[in-house]
């Protein structure tokens, strides 16, 4: 009876092993999906932070890029559009993005990267990983500000966040 049992036991380990490896290996091997979000870019938008991805507790994160994608129609007027965390309206991943009010057909994407992000000068860029533990809500989620956004209040775009968690 036992040695009946034994290869069963063995296959289930191995697939264990596996499963768990697996879970691991994806989230230190390269960037994923974060989330997607459906985000009002209109001008009733009042500047106040849109949560758009928050860590887990005992994780950090770094975001990398930002995908804008499928507006509603126009996005012209949209003219300062912040991403980063904490709970003031300057961006600290990206600040004061303006090119999105080109966007203006519902088949249009547009790829933000953190390359583009804010710095002491034009070469040199420090930013902040996303710790899921901090004690402050707003430093432990990434966000959009829409500070300008677009003349028609009822705008809206896909925003999908990609980057990785440690």
């Not at 005992?58 to 300062?80: H, M, W």
């Not at 028609?152 to 925003?159: E, K, L």
Request: hydrophobic share 40%; with cysteine.
């Amino acid at each position: 009876m036992l040695k009946k049992l034994k290869t069963p036991l063995l296959v289930l380990l191995a697939v264990a092993v596996v499963l768990i490896a697996g879970a691991s290996l994806k989230e230190k091997t390269g960037m994923t999906l974060l989330s997607s979000t459906l985000v009002i870019i209109g001008d009733d938008s009042d500047a106040s932070k849109i949560d758009l991805y928050t860590p887990p507790p005992g994780k950090n994160c770094i975001i990398e890029y930002v995908i804008l994608r499928e507006p509603s129609g126009t996005l012209a007027g949209a003219v300062d559009i912040n991403f980063g965390i904490g709970a003031g309206t300057t961006g600290s991943w990206l600040d004061n993005e303006d090119s999105i009010v080109d966007m203006d057909q519902t088949d249009d994407y547009m790829v933000l990267e953190r390359t583009q992000h804010i710095g002491v000068a034009d070469t040199q860029y420090e930013h902040s990983v996303i710790d899921g533990d901090d004690a402050t809500a707003n430093n432990r989620t990434f966000g959009i500000y829409v500070v300008t956004g677009a003349t028609t209040d009822a705008a809206t775009v896909t925003i999908d966040v990609f980057g990785y968690l440690f």
